[in-house]
């Protein structure tokens, strides 16, 4: 079976770099998301990844993929107040079109 | 472009009474559907998806029941609503491996 695990909580400075990791267990993923949920709002589809990258690279988000050991990680450059918010990693399984997700991170930004 | 909306934004309903939650996509066809629920703790579990017209598939048994009567329309019901079903529920489509989120709807039952 298919689990995503995220830690739940982060603090971090403005100004500084945030990095919110996660694991997955199946190594037939072929999609890895990261999702943002600010208060009370939907999902905000941030960024995605293929199994077949390793990293990829948007404005100031950095998403590292480490296949062997099924390790997904989102770094947030220059991180400000407004980034706050809580922060899912999610997976799509070869073969399926659903999404697993992590119970989700929380981002604590202060100034 | 394509966009989702989802109906209503908040709702308070007292328990053993119906749910209806639309949900509807514009800018696209055939697109495949979802409903998620996401309780106290923050995760996301996914209660229905569709694929097509009348094609329903169940994740998780509950009291809570989907329907999609157009491409593009989809619907979550209860005919009698639990307290355990409080929650803010999240309808999401699917384009070319990646799903989009709606606004969300927030249900309490008291």
């Known amino acids: 079976g298919e689990d995503v695990e995220q830690s739940l909580f982060l603090s971090v400075r403005e100004g500084d770099s945030s990095v919110i990791n996660c694991t997955y267990t199946d190594s037939s993923s072929t999609y890895l998301y990261w999702y943002k949920q600010e208060p009370g709002a939907g999902l905000q589809l941030l960024t995605y990844?293929?199994?077949?990258?390793d990293m990829k690279q948007d404005q100031r988000l950095t998403v590292l993929l480490n296949k062997k050991d099924k390790h997904l990680s989102l770094r947030i450059a220059d991180t400000q107040t407004g980034d706050s918010a809580i922060y899912f990693c999610a997976e799509m399984i070869t073969g399926y079109s659903t999404l697993t997700f992590g119970k989700g991170t929380m981002l604590l930004v202060s100034p | 472009s394509q966009t989702i909306h989802q109906w209503p934004a908040t709702l308070v309903q007292p328990v053993g009474s119906p749910l209806s939650l639309e949900c509807t996509v514009e800018?696209?066809?055939?697109?495949?559907l979802y409903w998620y629920r996401q309780a106290a703790g923050r995760g996301l579990q996914l209660l229905f998806y569709s694929v097509g017209i009348g094609q329903i598939s169940s994740e998780v048994p509950q009291n809570l029941s989907a329907s999609r009567p157009q491409d593009r329309q989809f619907i979550l019901s209860s005919k009698k609503l639990l307290l355990s079903d409080s929650g803010f529920y999240l309808c999401a489509w699917n384009l070319r491996n990646t799903i989009y989120f709606g606004e969300g709807s927030w249900l309490t039952v008291v």
């Open positions: 800018g696209t066809s055939n697109p495949n």
């Open positions: 990844i293929f199994s077949n990258m």
